[in-house]
């Protein structure tokens, strides 16, 4: 069992950054690949970044390639998302997830789930 818990969330307004951090418990951080979703009112929840077990291969969305940076500390057991140039679109609430079986797009690859931080970017 994992529990995560998400934080860094806030208001910004566009152009700005913000880091999300997302703190797992237990020991067995390392055996999980790590996501971030998000999920804007009104919309489905999306993919916007993934990071293998050892960090050594990372995944974006499209629409956040090149602005967002995913990283991960494993000695802390704590996941990262940088973002950058933040754009009044990339409002939404933001959640991570590990997937035990190295899952990367499918939000149904993950196991367990954060609850949530909210990204607002003002224009």
């Known amino acids: 069992q994992v529990q995560l818990v998400e934080s860094g969330g806030g208001l910004v307004q566009a152009g700005g950054s913000l880091r999300l951090s997302c703190a797992a418990s237990?020991?067995?951080?390392?055996?999980?690949?790590m996501g971030w979703f998000r999920q804007a009112p009104g919309k489905e929840r999306e993919f916007v970044s993934a990071?293998?077990?050892?960090?050594?291969?990372?995944y974006y969305a499209d629409s956040v390639k090149g602005r967002f940076t995913i990283s991960r500390d494993n000695a802390k057991n704590t996941v990262y998302l940088q973002m950058n140039n933040l754009k009044p679109e990339d409002t939404a609430v933001y959640y991570c997830?590990?997937?035990?079986?190295?899952?990367?797009?499918?939000?149904?690859?993950?196991?367990?789930w954060g609850q949530g931080a909210q990204v607002t970017v003002s224009s």
């Open positions: 997830a590990a997937s035990v079986k190295a899952g990367v797009y499918g939000d149904w690859e993950y196991d367990y």
């Open positions: 237990g020991r067995t951080f390392s055996s999980y690949a």
């Open positions: 990071i293998s077990r050892s960090g050594g291969n990372t």
